[in-house]
């Protein structure tokens, strides 16, 4: 199991819905990268100034919007996570 | 539906009128992404040292001005919102 | 009406004369943009810390010079305008 | 008259007295700017996080030396003057 | 024996198995950099403003992942360690 | 007289003495500007947010080393010297 | 002697020692600069916003590790030191 520190979350990055062509997937090579993904860890949050830490925004299962570019891919047990930090996560996904 | 965290807030952001010659539309290469939009979800704030929470200056409803080149556009059921800060909204347009 | 928010404040820009040679206006290419604008809005300052609002240094009506390449012009009701933070604003022309 | 916002100083850069060469005044186009000013306005200061101002450095009638590059040169009533921040001013020549 | 100072935590990072074709090993140039590691040592933790210290959020014998290109590669007593920030290391792999 | 604002320091900079060949003084091209530096008047320091001032590491006769390329360079009563601030002081020679 | 203002610390770098092919002493231009140092003079610490000073990591005649590129070299005495941050000091070599 992987445990995020401080203000980080753990995103699963849900993979979008490829177009196909007669059943063939195009695998376009311009297709963006998807936004959107599932919480699956949840980090404690950053410390304070004032000794408490920072409450997080989002729960293990919410599905959220991040931001482009942001957070870092790590492999773990044959999946891959992105690690990103709670200030990069712009919207949950009601 | 799309909750926007921190003190992000959610834009439609509205078409503006392109001119017309003899019924023809103009599709300019050139013609300058518009700065209005429309106000359709709204952050409830950062989380301020004291705990508190920012006020958000704008409301639900509300069309506002924004800085160019600000925001994360997304694409969401169909649909294109853009995804800014609040300190990026320049003025409410009453 | 354009409403500006945080310490922003709207100017209108004041046209410098031309000069004029025979009655020709001179469009100079080499032209510098005009740095004295008339105030026309005033934002109610931004949140500090402490939850009070920073006094906007600026009333409507005032002229003032403000730093070259700062603000953001925007057009509203036929009109062009500029949207500056409190802080460009230079100096009040008494 | 121009009234400063802030920690700005308005000042009158004072000419430096050119080389001349029997009579004849050498207009070196490698001459450096003058670094020494008159102090012709004073803002009231910054407003802290406290509320009070931040005190002036320098009065009205002080001779300054100042930061190469800084400042902003404007133009009023037909003479050109520096308004620059209070931090730029390096000392006062007794 | 290494003390690092303030917030740094030591690292040994642990070498990924490579692939063998035949036993044989490929010593690829284009292997990623190995981002799990082994904690070794734990710094005290920076000193706050109110003269306390930041708590560390890992211990010695923890896995960690950390952001690449963080920390700084040292050799000490024959081996080779990654000496890096806390707040660069990403996730405890438990 | 030259009287250093804030936390500024005027320095008069120690000439080094040249390698010379039988008497021939060597003006190197390459030769590294010196570092040594002599205190000649000293700032009354930054006003803290606290409202005090902060306390000056030098005294007027202090021999200091100074952090390269730091600093600007005035000509005074036909005197060079070097205006900078405390901060880029590293250290007293004794 | 010199004594080091700030939090800034002192340090006599330790030639590594090189390589030898049968006596010969290989000085290679791709060597890397030691990164290993002995501490002789250490700052008495920043002054805080509480007016306390910052507590020094170090002391004299500790051997420690230091970041790469960071510090000034300076020559004092016809001996050469490294004037560094304490920041920039990674670890103490016990």
């Given at each position: 199991?992987?445990?995020?520190?401080?203000?980080?979350?753990?995103?699963?990055?849900?993979?979008?819905?490829?177009?196909?062509?007669?059943?063939?997937?195009?695998?376009?090579?311009?297709?963006?990268?998807?936004?959107?993904?599932?919480?699956?860890?949840?980090?404690e949050?950053?410390?304070?100034?004032?000794?408490?830490?920072?409450?997080?925004?989002?729960?293990?299962?919410?599905?959220?919007?991040f931001?482009?570019?942001?957070?870092?891919?790590?492999?773990?047990?044959g999946?891959?996570y992105?690690?990103?930090?709670?200030?990069?996560?712009?919207?949950?996904?009601?």
């Open positions: 199991m992987l445990k995020p520190l401080g203000d980080r979350v753990i995103l699963e990055v849900t993979q979008e819905e490829e177009k196909t062509v007669g059943g063939l997937v195009l695998a376009s090579a311009a297709k963006e990268k998807p936004q959107t993904a599932k919480v699956v860890a949840v980090g949050g950053n410390v304070l100034e004032n000794g408490q830490k920072s409450p997080m925004p989002v729960a293990v299962g919410d599905m959220v919007m931001e482009k570019y942001s957070g870092t891919e790590v492999k773990y047990d999946s891959e992105l690690i990103i930090a709670a200030k990069d996560i712009m919207a949950i996904v009601e």
